[in-house]
């Protein structure tokens, strides 16, 4: 007779849905190839969650910034427009000296001058403001004599 009682009934049933003899050490590979599986699996979810969460942040941190240059570009437009009104351009032309100018002559593709040309309103006509004349022959002297003879 051997070691083992004999079962009957129901517990003989479960007996033989237990395997025995060498079945039972292949068993442990399968259980060790499970535990790493899902060992990885987990540490491969934890290391995709964190770049998530990294990415994440780089993002926020991003458009932080693009709502900051935003905000300035607005800012810098709000300037040039403020700056660009036609009643500063006057404003700061008035304390530059300038003044509003007189009616304007136009030159045709011909060569032809089209309208008169005045000066601005408010200006006098000043020798300042000729042109002069450089043409040797023009001068009162005679022309300058040249370096050397």
């Not at 079962?7 to 395997?19: E, F, M, N, V």
Request: hydrophobic share 40%; proline share 11%; glycine share 12%.
């Amino acid at each position: 007779m051997s070691g083992k009682p004999e079962l009957k009934g129901r517990a003989a049933r479960l007996a033989r849905l237990l395997p025995t003899g060498p079945g039972q050490a292949a068993r442990t590979p399968f259980v060790l190839l499970v535990v790493l599986l899902l060992g990885g699996g987990l540490i491969a979810l934890l290391v995709l969650n964190s770049a998530l969460s990294e990415g994440a942040f780089k993002l926020d941190d991003l458009q932080s910034g693009t709502k900051n240059l935003t905000d300035e570009e607005q800012a810098l437009q709000r300037d040039i427009d403020a700056y660009s009104a036609p009643d500063a351009l006057q404003r700061r032309a008035r304390e530059l000296g300038m003044v509003p100018g007189g009616d304007p002559a136009f030159l045709e593709p011909d060569g032809t001058v089209k309208g008169v040309p005045s000066a601005a309103p408010g200006v006098r006509q000043s020798s300042a403001h000729t042109p002069l004349v450089l043409a040797p022959e023009a001068m009162p002297n005679g022309p300058a004599p040249t370096p050397g003879r």
